[in-house]
């Protein structure tokens, strides 16, 4: 399976043809995949903070990205996340994702939100389950 051309394709976390999406652009480097972003006001939860789905977002889109960018195509299975601190609005944030283990189709993710000053306000685990190759995506996971 290869990863589909970003062009394209609606991808919420990704793809700079969705409006509303949030357009990201990731790196690859010494096995840390990294994006960066900053929440305008429209993603608030609480007044002046991003809301915590959103955060949520960043996170498994940035783990994903890790397998996407080897071209392992893959869907999230399971996800957790621990909110450590508050995470303002129009503030540059950095995310981070490593692979950390798995076995066969099944690959064990970790990320991080960094706020500017290197504090972590984030992090999550995630489980991300393999494709089968050439297979439709609504069947590929089974």
Not at 23 to 29: D, G, V, Y
Not at 98 to 103: D, L, N, S, V
Request: aromatic share 8%.
């Amino acid at each position: 399976m290869s990863v589909p051309d970003v062009s394209t394709h609606m991808c919420f976390g990704c793809s700079p043809a969705n409006p509303i999406g949030f357009k990201l652009n990731f790196t690859m480097q010494d096995g840390i995949c990294r994006t960066t972003f900053t929440a305008s006001k429209e993603y608030q939860g609480w007044n002046g903070f991003m809301h915590g789905g959103l955060i949520a977002t960043l996170l498994d889109e940035t783990m994903a990205q890790w397998l996407w960018l080897k071209d392992i195509g893959v869907m999230t299975a399971e996800m957790t996340t621990r909110y450590s601190l508050a995470v303002p609005v129009e503030t540059p944030l950095t995310i981070e994702s490593e692979k950390t283990g798995g076995r066969g189709r099944l690959h064990i993710m970790e990320g991080k939100l960094l706020l500017p000053d290197g504090r972590i306000a984030v992090r999550a685990t995630g489980k991300f389950l393999q494709l089968k190759p050439d297979s439709n995506l609504l069947d590929g996971i089974l």
